[in-house]
Nanobody, 124 residues
């Protein structure tokens, strides 16, 4: 069975950092692009970052460029991380990890697999 499990969310003050982890099983990251997608209540889901081993591409939304870094575990090859630095209150959202076959996409409806989200709250 395909499983994705996001963890690492929490409450952090503005300017702080969090590291999200997406543990995957049931498929190989070699053939799936992995994204972190966030959702604020009342708003549409937004692709924050994506990485694809197939074409070596990495994507960051303009709102997080220079602050967030997506990476994968070269040892286990089944975990994807999102290092979030210089967090802002507007980063508050539920963060999901999701997989799309081969290439990164910004089309939310095209994602093949989703994990449960983890809440990130940035507040003083």
């Amino acid at each position: 069975d395909v499983q994705l499990q996001a963890s690492g969310g929490g409450l952090v003050q503005p300017g702080g950092s969090l590291r999200l982890t997406c543990a995957t099983s049931g498929f190989t990251l070699d053939y799936y692009a992995m994204s972190w997608i966030r959702q604020v209540p009342g708003k549409e889901r937004e692709v924050v970052s994506c990485t694809s081993k197939s074409d070596g591409s990495t994507y960051y939304a303009d709102s997080v460029k220079g602050r967030f870094t997506i990476s994968s575990d070269s040892n286990t090859e089944n975990e994807v991380f999102l290092q979030m630095n210089s967090l802002k209150p507007e980063d508050t959202a539920v963060y999901y990890c999701a997989a799309h076959a081969v290439f990164c996409t910004l089309q939310i409806s095209e994602y093949d697999y989703w994990g449960l989200g983890t809440q990130v709250t940035v507040s003083s």
